[in-house]
């Protein structure tokens, strides 16, 4: 399997338009890398420039210590899976998985063997002989990864694999490809726009947003240290809580005052405010849906941060329940336990656990603590 080494990578179309710019990343061998990112973000560009079906405009791109920026495709021993599975209708399963090493001259017991050993992998065995119109959705999709992986490359590129399943297989073809990262030992780079695919496949992912790379870092770490307001904001669901605080700080204690009122930010997370210099300004407060809590217990013991709203919506999901309220003007989620009593239309007092909070600059974006 390889590395992959991705310098300073641009590209600018020819209309002038850069849609990825400066890319920055080290990929190890064996590393399941997801780049995640709202529609147009550069996401495809940049894993199509890596497949070389996109020219490089900038930068250096190596795999395994060689620079392949003028490498076709073709020699670059990489496998691309796209969203529209790409199959040929009139071929069969088998020779749908045969036709790449049959190109390239393989001895016809290699290929067999290669493309059973893959069928076995993808549970695909009993479908050899159908064509691609007589397949579910989800098997064509395992046809399209077992072209792949009969070709045994060096790295994977997937784009959207899952996007054209219904959200049942989309859950199961999750688990598949997980297991194949784990069986084959490969180097896989997909592209997604959906956080929860990106979340629990990916050992690292790097969100991206206007062709500029946000953050690079393992999904843990992005979930529970968000680098700024726009990764804090785009994973998780539901997403961050945000709002306005008015910063005071008095010796080592620091309060946030939002509408009516006034929270004390614990010792951990003042000592950034007070550094920063924030006193006296404006920062964007950030917590999570799981981070607001409507139990007794948690508003006894958090006297400082309890707020009284009137809740909207009423979302019960089985195993937890999501309250929809307004607090001071800003739109809250809290994700509750589904015993709460709670419902549309009652007046609930909840507290915000002030050790989870996250805290922004309002003009930057970036995160103080
Ligand atoms: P999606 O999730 O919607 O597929 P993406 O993050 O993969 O989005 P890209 O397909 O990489 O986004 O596109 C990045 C940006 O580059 C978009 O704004 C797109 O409109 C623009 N773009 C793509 N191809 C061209 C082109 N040939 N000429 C000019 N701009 C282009």
Do not use: W
């Amino acid at each position: 399997m390889a590395s992959l080494s991705l310098q300073h990578i641009t590209k600018r179309y020819p209309n002038g338009f850069e849609a990825v710019k400066d890319f920055n990343l080290e990929i190890a061998d064996k590393e399941f890398i997801i780049f995640v990112g709202p529609s147009g973000c550069g996401k495809s560009t940049t894993l199509r420039m890596i497949a070389g079906l996109e020219e490089i405009s900038d930068g250096t791109l190596k795999i395994d210590d060689k620079v392949v920026n003028d490498v076709e495709p073709k020699d670059r021993d990489i496998a691309m899976v796209f969203q529209n599975y790409a199959l040929y209708p009139h071929m069969t399963v088998y020779d749908n998985m045969a036709f790449g090493l049959k190109l390239r001259k393989v001895p016809k017991d290699q290929i067999d063997k290669q493309v059973k050993e893959a069928a076995k992998i993808l549970d695909l065995e009993k479908l050899l002989d159908r064509k691609p119109k007589a397949l579910s959705g989800g098997q064509r999709q395992r046809v399209a990864m077992g072209r792949a992986i009969v070709r045994d490359p060096k790295v994977f590129l997937m784009d959207e694999p899952l996007s054209n399943l219904d959200a049942k297989l989309r859950v199961q073809m999750r688990t598949e490809i997980s297991k194949l990262h784990e069986r084959l030992g490969a180097t896989i780079i997909y592209v997604t726009h959906d956080q929860t695919e990106a979340m629990t496949l990916g050992t690292r992912i790097v969100v991206m947003k206007d062709g500029v790379v946000q953050q690079v870092d393992t999904p843990q770490n992005l979930y529970n240290a968000p680098g700024n307001l726009f990764v804090a904001g785009f994973i998780g669901s539901p997403q961050m809580n945000f709002l306005d605080a008015k910063v005071k700080v008095n010796g080592n204690d620091v309060t946030l005052t939002v509408g009516k009122y006034n929270m004390k930010l614990p010792a951990s997370k003042a000592k950034a405010v007070i550094d920063g210099g924030y006193d006296g300004k404006t920062v964007v407060m950030g917590i999570r849906p799981e981070n607001v809590h409507d139990s007794q217990m948690f508003i006894e013991t958090s006297k400082d941060s309890v707020v009284e709203c009137k809740i909207n919506v009423y979302e019960l999901l089985g195993a937890e329940v999501y309250l929809y309220f307004d607090c001071e003007g800003f739109p809250m989620t809290a994700r509750v336990d589904p015993r709460t009593t709670a419902r549309s239309g009652d007046t609930v007092k909840f507290a915000l656990d002030m050790e989870k909070v996250h805290l922004f600059d309002k003009e930057t974006e970036i995160t103080i603590t």
